[in-house]
């Protein structure tokens, strides 16, 4: 058992009525690594967190945390897991310190709650109720509440919805610190730069069940020689294409497969090679066609292109 | 191997710690305090000092009546009312869930809430007591123990109907009816009138509701030393009924 990794999914099903809200969805995370579960909102993020936490029942599939079963091996995995919901769940007429100290008087060993809330700056508002905390601040001693029992997995549902930037860098900083004491960290989330800086390993979910996954590199990897730009939608890619052609062997290039695809309303998709030549070329036929450039990026793609390419959706 | 017993607290120190956590959040809230401490205390001196209210009470002091009633006033406004409220708001905001994903448990949670609703009830009892026996009561003493027991089954009872309705319906609504409930159940409910004294059929309807049965069991204890069979029978009949129907529609989000 002390092999185990964090979290293995399998085949998970749940449906709320007639609402299907996961279908067949397989993940594993490891200990000491981020697993980030990316993807819009309603795709199945929380329900399948929610199953790995013994919140809710699966309907079919298995669910093994540290090995163990989160229902059946509830009071086991109970210390051992930290929980931040995403609504919080956090009483609202308490103090911010008095609630994470409650949570720590219900373990043997829970880490220093005073030096927990310096760590996430916690002591600004230490003696003011939960109802008056901004998003921010409830989000952050969410947080505090999740870990301060020490738990070898975290299961973290949008942790930075609603921080600031200061907030979330803080959160950051603490999520690494985890994962260096090989804590298992899941976290879902619907922000593309979270899931990019934190994670090692994404698993793009849509509409219940996984449509990619690998680490962070692999998935930006894939495809990265190309030239993405934003434009008015309805533009004539096959003229776009022809004219890159034409300069191509111009000046004797060989860029392979020179392709030009709309991928959504008003997102475009250059194939070969995104060199200088080409992305003067795009913007030089963009201003012939008397269009406005709003947006390009080369080479590296970031998981929302990936997500795009995918669905063909945007993720919000 | 490690084990839940090595990481988590002991499981007295949980219950304990949550118990406290209740017992502190309803003693601290400005309206659970009025609902549960201030409005019995209000109601016992207006019920005795004044003539507001007929009450026929033929060999008996006006006081050695009331204060019974109260008691069992205020067992209802903390199993039921506070307690829905509390429950129904914190289901809401997820502290339900959360607390369930700790070493507490759900077990846990209910007990600290069930000895957090006793805790408050012995505030009560000892405020109400003390203003009542200021004002001339005079408790038949060998019924303490029966009325002991009628508190605690009322609780039950009372703390059942709670989880119901925090568990079912949406917070506002909870907020609504609990108050509701209580302010029908304390005027028409037989708790603070004796159910023979009330209009027609209400005379028939008060003994069987739960309120009837409390208030009939407190009046019965501490003023004659026993409890009358029937109350007993009503309120395990109401705890079974309601403790079954809480565990089966209680829904956790």
New interface residues.
């Given amino acids: ?1 002390p092999d185990s990794p964090a979290v293995v999914v399998s085949g998970l099903r749940k449906s709320y009525g007639s609402t299907t809200a996961v279908d067949g969805l397989d993940l594993s995370a490891a200990r000491g690594a981020v697993t980030a579960v990316l993807g819009p909102n309603g795709a199945g993020k929380t329900t399948t967190v929610e199953c790995c ?3 809710r029942r699966p309907d079919e599939g298995t669910v093994r945390v540290l090995g163990l079963d989160p229902q059946d091996d ?3 995995l ?4 930290g ?1 931040m ?1 995403q ?8 103090r911010a310190l008095e609630m994470l100290e ?2 720590a ?5 829970p880490l220093d709650t005073d030096a927990l809330a310096e760590r996430l700056g916690l002591h600004g508002f230490a003696r003011t109720t939960v109802r008056r905390l901004s998003g921010g601040q409830r989000q952050r001693l ?1 947080l505090a ?1 999740s870990v301060v ?2 738990p070898e997995v975290v299961f973290l549902d949008e942790p930075s919805a609603g921080m600031d930037p200061q907030s979330r860098h803080a959160v950051w900083e603490l999520v690494r610190e985890l994962r260096a004491d090989g804590v298992g960290i899941v976290l879902t989330t619907h922000l593309m730069d979270e899931a990019e800086d934190l994670a090692d390993h994404v698993y793009v979910v849509d509409r219940g069940t996984v449509i990619a996954e690998g680490s962070t590199a692999e998935l930006l990897a894939s495809g990265a020689a190309a030239v993405r730009f934003r434009a008015p939608r309805g533009l004539d890619v096959a003229e776009l294409a022809r004219t890159l052609a034409e300069g191509d062997r111009a000046r004797r290039a060989d860029p392979g497969g020179r392709t030009v695809t709309e991928d959504a309303p008003g997102a475009y998709t250059v194939q070969g090679d995104a060199d200088a030549a080409t992305i003067a070329a795009v913007t030089r036929w963009l201003a012939d066609q008397d269009v406005l450039l709003t947006g390009l990026t080369v080479g590296r793609r970031t998981l929302e292109d990936v997500f795009l390419d995918l669905t063909g959706r945007n993720l919000r | 191997m490690t084990d839940d017993r090595t990481l988590a607290a002991p499981a007295w120190r949980r219950v304990a710690s949550q118990t406290s956590f209740e017992t502190r959040a309803i003693l601290r809230n400005g309206e659970q305090l009025l609902i549960t401490i201030i409005m019995p205390v209000l109601l016992l001196v207006g019920l005795t000092q004044t003539d507001l209210v007929e009450i026929d009470s033929p060999g008996v002091a006006r006081i050695d009546l009331v204060t019974p009633g109260i008691l069992a006033l205020a067992v209802m406004s903390t199993a039921f009312t506070s307690q829905a409220i509390a429950t129904a708001f914190d289901r809401r905001n997820g502290v339900l869930r959360l607390l369930a994903t700790t070493p507490l448990g759900r077990g846990g949670l209910l007990a600290g809430k069930i000895l957090g609703v006793l805790a408050v009830e012995i505030v009560q009892v000892v405020v109400v007591g003390a203003v009542a026996l200021g004002l001339g009561w005079r408790p038949e003493l060998s019924g303490v123990p029966a009325a002991i027991g009628a508190v605690l089954l009322g609780t039950a009872a009372f703390t059942s109907l709670a989880l119901l309705l925090a568990g079912t319906l949406r917070a506002e609504g909870v907020l609504a009816v609990a108050n509701l409930v209580l302010v029908l159940l304390a005027v028409g409910g037989g708790v603070l009138v004796p159910a023979d004294q009330m209009p027609g059929i209400m005379q028939h309807v008060a003994v069987i509701l739960p309120s009837g049965a409390l208030g009939e069991a407190m009046r019965g204890a501490l003023i004659d030393g026993g409890v009358p069979s029937f109350s007993v029978v009503v309120l395990l009949g109401w705890t079974a009924a309601l403790g079954w129907g809480a565990g089966k529609l209680f829904r956790w989000q």
């Fill in positions: 058992m936490e013994g919140l509830a009071r086991t109970r210390p051992r897991v929980v919901l609504d919080g769940g956090l009483p609202t007429g308490v409650h949570v008087s219900m373990y043997a060993d969410a509440a029992g020490r």
